[in-house]
């Protein structure tokens, strides 16, 4: 799709960007979402839906997941990291086979694995695009993410990952659901961070070629799964900062 025809989309479908700063005092308890920053959708050739070539907005995904990751761990504030898996029986339609259980596609990227051995985070493998619903246990229907959210009192939810109009919104919208049913007391705000989410890039011309597929062109589908979040009562920020608010 052309550029005049996304930044025409853009203009009548804005997103309302602003800024969190977070200041750790205490007033509103924060908890960090990675979804799904994996080696299978970020890292360059690691599996059927990875990218081919380096990928920009994938890239800075990542890197600014890292960086939000390592801040929240340096002050030892929750983090949860879904890690889609898939059992190779058991197909996720209408993708091709991706992140199988057991392969390196299904771990966290390289600059994210530190992770699975910090005591701030809470690491949890789904087979389903929703990870909210990929919290359930199938056995008693607990939900590990309802729990750590009451467990660690939070108030707000600061999202970031992979796809932006997938798994990153299906779960926000799950994730706002639950809030609005009273089932993720105490929660109270969902924020997105934009430039720590990404999705992948489909031309059309080469989605014709491939059977049973559709186009799915990267920035135009990004806009549109923050657009979505934003219409789901999510708030979606361009900035994350954080420290002390400067001195009057």
């Given amino acids: 799709m052309v550029s005049p025809t996304i930044d025409l989309l853009k203009t009548e479908l804005p997103v309302e960007e602003g ?9 509103k308890t924060t908890g960090l979402v ?33 960086r939000i990751a390592r801040l929240f761990c340096e002050k030892k504030w929750p983090v949860f990291a879904f890690l889609d898996t898939h059992h190779p029986d058991i ?18 990227v390289p600059a994210l694995q530190w992770l699975e051995s910090d005591p701030s985070a809470t690491l949890r493998r789904k ?17 590990v993410f309802v729990d750590w959210v009451r467990t660690n009192d939070i108030k707000l939810l600061l ?28 929660l109270e705000d969902v924020v997105v961070y934009s430039r720590a989410c990404a999705t992948y890039d489909l031309p059309l011309h080469i989605a014709k070629t491939l059977k049973d597929t559709i186009a799915h062109p ?8 923050l657009y ?11 900035e994350v900062s954080f420290g002390a608010f400067p001195q009057p």
């Fill in 19 to 27: 800024r969190l700063h977070l200041n750790g005092d205490g007033v």
């Fill in 218 to 225: 990267q920035e135009l589908m990004h806009h549109i799964g």
């Fill in 34 to 66: 990675l979804v799904d920053v994996v080696n299978g959708f970020c890292t360059v050739g690691a599996g059927n839906l990875a990218p081919k070539v380096a990928d920009k907005q994938i890239s800075e995904m990542v890197e600014e997941s890292v």
């Fill in 228 to 238: 979505m979040a934003q219409g789901r009562g999510a708030k979606v920020v361009s």
């Fill in 159 to 186: 999202v970031v990952g992979i796809c932006t109009d997938l798994c990153v919104l299906d779960f926000v919208s799950s994730a706002l659901s639950a809030r609005n049913r009273g089932f993720l007391s105490p």
């Fill in 127 to 143: 087979d389903c695009i929703d990870g909210f619903l990929g919290s359930i246990d199938k056995h008693d229907g607990s939900n």
């Fill in 91 to 108: 197909p996720e339609h209408p993708y091709p086979p991706h992140c199988i259980l057991g392969t390196d596609e299904a771990n966290l």
